[in-house]
């Protein structure tokens, strides 16, 4: 490296510039001092972060590696800033082959503005879980020995479960914890760990939604039906609940009356087909100070578009006969074996 790295916004139009054009500027050097202090920057903060604004919040969902797809976004809805700021939903890594590029926006981000750009923590950002899909061995190649890896695994352990926005909607990879149902018993977790080794952070960062009451307590994907929902949201005084994970067929999807939002920014260009749902399209959303959602929609080989529901709506208000819910039917996503005998052990 020719001179000491640090996180200036002039360092970061560089980056991206120089990550445009295929090319990762940062050297390993760069790239433990980035990872250093972006830890430090994670590790200070809750469990569950409540965020405030008073305009506008992007929030987008799983990227699993794919930079184009993030700097498309950002070219649409142009880059976080102090005035537009936005929350990224985990699942940062694994499956797209630039994981470490689309760390390097992120964490320089959060460097640059940490009051204006938020980082939950999913299911991949996992030691176990990156060494099955395949971001360890990205790491592996672009900085061979091990160091940036195991410096990646310890800033991944550090993020927040969860956001709270305006104190009325809850932010969480996944979904709800059957042993945790307030919030306070959540901030009290230690995070710093694999999600097998605490069913409650199991569940925030590996279940899905289902129609039907109740929990399904599979071995990998546990389920939560609507009641579970309703009882977290009215036990904490909460008004809907924004969740990513699962690919859902245009990009963003309603379950539980409309109280849980599912969104889905990764469409996936070179596997159309996803586990026996077709993911047509991906998106990001915006939430106005009334906590309205903007959707927008972009599908798997072609530009940015916006899409329905109509501008500023509020879950629990849609008008089903004019929007479609991609959860309809059969489009959520079978479940995915958690491929460790720990974390099956522990899900038992």
């Known amino acids: 490296c020719k001179e000491v790295f ?19 500027p940062l050297c390993e050097t760069d790239m433990l001092i ?24 992007t929030v987008v969902g799983d990227l699993h590696g794919g930079l184009d797809d993030l700097l498309e976004i950002f070219h649409v809805n142009d880059l976080p800033s102090p005035t537009n700021p936005y929350l990224f939903n985990g699942d940062f890594v694994d499956r797209g ?9 992120l964490f320089f981000l959060k460097l640059l503005y940490p009051d204006h750009v938020f980082l939950n923590r999913g299911n991949h950002e996992s030691e176990d879980v990156t060494r099955i899909y395949g971001f360890e ?3 592996e190649r672009k900085f061979p020995g091990g160091r940036v890896f195991r410096q990646f695994v310890r800033v991944f352990f550090s993020l927040p479960l969860a956001t709270i926005v305006n104190d009325r909607v809850f932010v969480v990879h996944a979904g709800l914890s059957r042993c945790g149902e307030t919030v306070e018993e959540l901030q009290q977790l230690d995070r710093h760990i694999e999600p097998w080794q605490d069913q409650r952070i199991y569940d925030m960062l590996w279940s899905d939604p289902r129609r039907e009451a109740g929990w399904y307590l599979n071995l990998s994907r546990p389920e939560f039906g609507p009641d579970v929902t309703f009882r977290f949201l009215r036990g904490n005084n909460l008004d809907y609940i924004i969740r990513s994970h699962t690919d859902v067929k245009e990009g963003f999807g309603y379950m539980h009356s409309e109280q849980l939002v599912t969104v889905n920014s ?12 077709l993911v047509e399209r991906a998106a990001f959303l915006l939430l106005d100070v009334n906590m309205g959602i903007h959707w927008t929609t972009f599908p798997t ?23 479609p819910n991609p959860f309809n039917g059969t489009t959520r996503a079978r479940a995915i074996p958690f491929p460790t005998s720990a974390s099956l052990a522990a899900a038992a």
């Open 266 to 277: 990764s469409p996936l260009r070179q596997r159309r087909w996803f586990f026996g749902t």
């Open 34 to 57: 980035l990872l250093e202090d972006v830890f430090h920057e994670v590790d200070k903060l809750p469990n569950i972060v409540r965020v405030h604004f008073e305009d506008k919040l």
């Open 97 to 105: 082959n630039q994981g470490v590029e689309v760390c390097v926006v």
């Open 301 to 323: 080989s072609a530009p940015i578009s916006k899409s329905a529901p109509p501008p500023g709506h509020v879950p629990g208000q849609l008008n089903r006969s004019n929007s």
């Open 6 to 24: 640090a996180a200036t916004e002039e360092r970061f139009h560089v980056t991206l510039k120089e990550l445009r054009k295929g090319r990762n």
């Open 137 to 139: 061995k990205e790491v």
